[in-house]
């Protein structure tokens, strides 16, 4: 029979790895165009834009290598709180009318990390057993 709770640590890594590529590819889109620009996006890109494609690039990555995870998580789910909020919300009161389920969805599988951690495969996770390890 299957365990959960052992597999449990390898699927969060497989949520979080996924997770956060996909939220470098936002970042990238905004700020290099790459793999497509983002429709309807004001060039230049106003200065809050290029601070959020710089979070998602760079939180997207530490995220998806595991390392600094919790605080890295808890800043990106509040710049997915902030972009609904300033962009999404004031179009309609709807989510799916407003386009604002990625960000909805990026806020709070984030925020879950922030309380959960990295998992399995991560950076924190190597530190952790080797300062352990140290330790004994």
């Known amino acids: 029979m299957i365990?959960?709770?052992?597999?449990?640590?390898?699927?969060?890594?497989v949520v979080r790895i996924i997770t956060?590529?996909?939220?470098?590819?936002?970042?990238?889109?905004k700020?290099?165009?790459?793999?497509?620009?983002?429709?309807g996006l004001p060039t230049p890109l106003p200065l809050i834009?290029?601070?959020?494609?710089?979070?998602?690039?760079?939180?997207?990555?530490?995220?998806?290598?595991?390392l600094f995870t919790r605080t890295a998580a808890f800043i990106c789910s509040g710049e997915m709180a902030v972009a609904y909020?300033?962009?999404?919300?004031?179009?309609?009161?709807w989510p799916a009318v407003n386009n604002g389920?990625?960000?909805?969805?990026?806020c709070f599988v984030f925020l879950y990390l922030g309380f959960a951690g990295a998992g399995a495969w991560s950076l924190d996770r190597l530190s952790t057993t080797r300062s352990n390890l140290v330790r004994a």
């Open 20 to 29: 956060a590529l996909l939220f470098i590819e936002h970042g990238l889109m």
């Open 31 to 39: 700020l290099f165009e790459f793999p497509a620009p983002v429709p």
């Open 85 to 93: 909020f300033l962009f999404h919300a004031p179009q309609s009161f």
């Open 3 to 13: 365990s959960f709770e052992t597999w449990s640590p390898r699927v969060l890594a």
């Open 49 to 66: 834009l290029v601070v959020a494609a710089v979070l998602e690039i760079a939180g997207g990555a530490l995220i998806a290598v595991g």
């Open 101 to 106: 389920e990625p960000a909805i969805l990026f």
